[in-house]
């Protein structure tokens, strides 16, 4: 799973345009990831410049 590390991300929308499944929205001010449809790719987590998202293993 994809986690959002809060009060970092810029919204710049790097993630979103790398994403191959599109379950992540980028807004002016918020981002949601859609864990029902993302196949943990980790291709956000890599291409964020500031990096915000983590990938997490749940147990």
Known sequence: MIKIIENKCDFCGTCASVCPKNCI???????????????????????CPIEVLESVNEA
Request: with cysteine.
């Open 25 to 47: 929205n980028v807004k002016e001010d918020d981002i949601i990831i859609d864990h029902k449809s993302c196949i943990d790719c980790d291709l956000c987590v890599y291409i």
